[in-house]
């Protein structure tokens, strides 16, 4: 028997004073009586052997139990916790899931069926006033009751909580918390769940043990983890991409501590050893992800969630690298695949939307989240955009049509004209810069006051081929014409080959002087400067310094010092060592700006390259006097959609290069407060057709018109007042 009446209190039983055989009499009787019961249920049904009810007021009741009524009757039921370590374990871990629990059993009792469909049975209906946040939203039973089942070593006397749904428990898939989509609003919570099962993809793979997440990602249970998904919402009108970054659902750690005490793990041992134990439980078991999204502005989203990796498997620094090979994961319920969200305006998106941002302040800093917005088109087949006025407002277009839009506030367009004489009078003492080929490609934007690779997208002609595929064709019998330009803002398209380099890789750029920029240099000293015509037709402008009498005085020679060293990160690829570079810079400057993580990812190990950021952090410490000298941190370009086939085996993946950067912000936040040039976001937040065409460029790097957006964004952070 396992469910139990307590109709009536059980009474201790009174001691009579009885013959031994009248004692036998009885014994046999109630044996007997038993035996009876026992043949009678055998003829019922499972579920009526499994509820049995007893009136015996000699039981002992469990103290271990939950107890509940049936609607209609008067019998009080009770449920032996001890004959279901699966239960009873969730309602230890997750209290709130007794109300379901019990729900669940009043239901078999009375018989009732469910509707067949589990989105129906098990997540909330729709209701206007729910929250339906990740904290306000138990896992849905089916889901937790098999997770807290794998990862609880014991197993239930019978099948009572059993139930049947239509899920396929083998394949991942995305959750959301209602069973049929509610009227959504801007502004509110929806957590969006994804559940990978044990995917065993690796079969009989000789390295699939080796295979494992970073210790602190493991430790502190967070992305990445095990597995890694692209997940973003994404307007269908506009393109304007949320991309939405899932953690470890908050349950495991839960279950992480539960499984080690059910497993009886020594609490002697340091915990970087009960760590590895985690580990090798938790591999082959269910993991979930989750995200509370605040919903975006009003409009029709597409949600999709692309599993990227499992098992382990991003992580090239413990195995050798895997395919990229993305699965779409699908949506319950149904019909949420396609994401509402209030009403449609009847005034054009775009118009709607750029009139909104406009209103907003401008940015302070230069790390501000944000989406690309479409400009306003003339109309639907026009290539010429509407408000041409306006456009000095923004930062400026991609290639695309579409400009950054912060959420709360605006980066405006600064010429590199304005951004000399801001930096002339703010920062004269001049700029430092640490970085790859990324900072190169800015420097030379810089240098040539925006032409380097202006509108050139106008000579695409080919399709942009990936180096591998390309025919190698031998030039050596051809005479290299000698032409070009002047000076490095008379930048002019001569050559088709100049469409790579404003495309991808640039490092032997033809028709580009060294002298006036050699980025493969490993220090390079420049100015970004303004010629006496082009300071004398700026005019007098905001950053202009008053004197005596408020009177303000116009530069005529706005001059930035400019020091770059060109590294490959901290990697042994660097000849000189990488640590000579701050030490043998020379001068006190305003403003050092360091960028991390592409090359780093790709060559190096995580522990020792923390290390290395470590020292070299010491390093800044001792040169520069930080209260006079701004400290920036500019981010890794954002990888996605690949592995690296080309001749360097480059060992990064997305999630690798993710953990790389984030480690690095955080520890120059913390121990330099530096402010933080945030590229990554732009290149995460495009929409999965604009992210695809990075395959094709093995050095990652983005184009000549989203360039321009991050030096935008760059300029306006330190300029705007």
Aim: negative net charge; hydrophobic residues 30%; contains cysteine.
């Amino acid at each position: 028997m396992t469910v139990y009446s307590l109709l009536e209190e059980v009474a201790p039983p009174k001691r009579h004073h009885t013959r031994r055989w009248q004692i036998g009499f009885l014994i046999l009787g109630s044996l007997a009586i038993v035996a009876g019961v026992i043949l009678v249920r055998r003829n019922q049904q499972q579920d009526d052997t499994l509820l049995d009810k007893t009136d015996d007021h000699n039981i002992t009741v469990p103290v271990r139990s939950i107890n509940f009524t049936i609607p209609n009757q008067d019998k009080l039921y009770y449920v032996d916790l001890d004959k279901y370590p699966v239960e009873d374990n969730m309602i230890k871990l997750f209290a709130t899931s007794q109300a379901t629990l019990q729900s669940l059993i009043i239901d078999k009792l009375s018989h009732k069926k469910q509707n067949g469909n589990w989105t129906d049975d098990w997540l909330a209906q729709p209701n206007s006033n729910t929250n339906y946040s990740c904290d306000s939203q138990l896992l849905p039973y089916p889901i937790l009751r098999k997770i807290v089942a794998e990862y609880t070593p014991l197993t239930n006397s019978d099948a009572l909580y059993d139930v049947e749904t239509n899920i396929d428990f083998s394949k991942p898939f995305v959750v959301l918390p209602f069973s049929k989509q509610p009227n959504l609003i801007q502004g509110q919570k929806v957590c969006v769940r994804v559940v990978v099962p044990y995917q065993n993809i690796a079969g009989n793979d000789t390295y699939h043990l080796l295979y494992r997440p970073y210790d602190h990602n493991n430790q502190r249970l967070t992305s990445p983890w095990w597995d890694t998904m692209m997940t973003t919402l994404e307007n269908i009108d506009t393109n304007a991409t949320l991309p939405i970054t899932l953690q470890p659902w908050s349950g495991h750690a839960l279950l992480r501590n539960n499984a080690r005490e059910l497993n009886h793990v020594n609490n002697q041992i340091p915990e970087w050893s009960r760590l590895r134990e985690d580990e090798i439980y938790e591999r082959e078991k269910m993991h979930v992800y989750e995200a509370t999204v605040t919903l975006p502005p009003n409009g029709t989203y597409q949600l999709q969630s692309l599993l990227e990796f499992v098992e382990g498997r991003y992580n090239f620094e413990f195995g050798p690298v895997s395919p990229y090979k993305p699965v779409n994961l699908p949506v319950y319920p149904s019909d949420s695949k396609q994401i509402i969200i209030g009403s449609q305006d009847k005034e054009s998106i775009e118009q709607k939307q750029l009139k909104e941002h406009l209103a907003l302040p401008l940015c302070k800093g230069a790390d501000n989240a944000g989406r690309w917005l479409p400009w306003p088109r003339i109309n639907s087949t026009d290539s010429d955009y509407a408000s041409k006025e306006d456009l000095h407002l923004i930062a400026g277009l991609t290639r695309n049509g579409k400009y950054w839009a912060p959420y709360q506030c605006r980066y405006r367009h600064i010429s590199y004209e304005q951004f000399n004489r801001c930096a002339a009078n703010k920062y004269s003492r001049g700029i430092d810069l640490y970085g790859d080929s990324n900072i190169r490609r800015s420097v030379k934007k810089f240098v040539s006051h925006g032409q380097w690779c202006k509108n050139w997208e106008h000579h695409i002609d080919t399709p942009l081929l990936p180096e591998d595929q390309a025919p190698i064709v031998n030039q050596s019998l051809i005479k290299r014409q000698q032409v070009g330009y002047g000076r490095p803002e008379d930048y002019r398209y001569i050559n088709p080959s100049q469409t790579r380099s404003c495309y991808c890789e640039d490092y032997s750029e033809e028709f580009w002087k060294p002298e006036w920029f050699n980025g493969n240099a490993r220090r390079f000293d420049l100015q970004y400067t303004n010629s006496i015509q082009q300071s004398l037709a700026l005019g007098l402008t905001e950053w202009d310094q008053k004197g005596t009498g408020n009177i303000t005085y116009l530069r005529t020679h706005d001059v930035v010092p400019i020091s770059s060293y060109k590294w490959d990160g901290l990697t042994y690829l660097n000849n000189p060592a990488w640590d000579t570079a701050v030490p043998t810079s020379t001068k006190p400057v305003d403003i050092a700006i360091f960028s991390l993580g592409n090359w780093d990812a790709a060559f190096a190990r995580l522990e020792p390259f923390l290390n290395d950021v470590d020292h070299l952090i010491r390093q800044i410490r001792e040169h520069y006097d930080l209260s006079k000298t701004r400290i920036i941190y500019r981010t890794a370009q954002y990888y996605c959609c690949r592995i690296d086939t080309s001749g360097r085996t480059r060992q990064v993946s997305g999630p690798r290069l993710d953990v790389f950067d984030k480690e690095v912000q955080l520890r120059f936040k913390r121990e330099l407060k530096a402010e933080i040039w945030d590229t990554y976001t732009l290149g995460e937040s495009k929409p999965w057709d604009e992210k695809i065409t990075s395959i094709t460029c093995p050095s990652n790097h983005v184009p000549a018109d989203q360039v321009e957006i991050e030096n935008q964004v760059l300029m306006n952070g330190l300029c705007n007042l």
